[in-house]
Nanobody, 126 residues
Framework: QLQLVESGGGLVQPGGSLRLSCAASGFTLDYYAIGWFRQAPGKEREGVSCISPSGDATRYADSVKGRFTISRDNAKNTVFLQMNDLKPEDTAVYYC???????????????????WGQGTQVTVSS
């Protein structure tokens, strides 16, 4: 059974940091681009960041550039999202997703992704 499981969410004060993990089971992430998406209450889901299968290409939404860093450890079958200098507007449920059949690069379009995790809540509040 193909499964993605996010972890690392929680409550943090503005300016704080969190590290999200996306662990795969039932398949290897080596040949998948991975995207992180988020959805706040009453808002549409948006792409936050993505990383190519090899890890040599990444993309970030303008709203998180310079604050978030995506990385992957294929040996651990896990992708990470390091989030620094968190702001209240970063509050959302964060999802990771896997895009099969990508040779290079990655996309922020959620329609491209084949497998999704269940999400982890990130709340930034004082």
């Amino acid at each position: 059974q193909l499964q993605l499981v996010e972890s690392g969410g929680g409550l943090v004060q503005p300016g704080g940091s969190l590290r999200l993990s996306c662990a795969a089971s039932g398949f290897t992430l080596d040949y998948y681009a991975i995207g992180w998406f988020r959805q706040a209450p009453g808002k549409e889901r948006e792409g936050v960041s993505c990383i190519s299968p090899s890890g040599d290409a990444t993309r970030y939404a303008d709203s998180v550039k310079g604050r978030f860093t995506i990385s992957r450890d294929n040996a651990k079958n896990t992708v990470f999202l390091q989030m620094n200098d968190l702001k209240p507007e970063d509050t959302a449920v964060y999802y990771c997703a896997a895009d099969q059949g990508v040779l290079n690069g990655c996309t922020s379009w959620d329609g491209e992704y084949d497998h999704w995790g269940q999400g982890t809540q990130v709340t930034v509040s004082s």
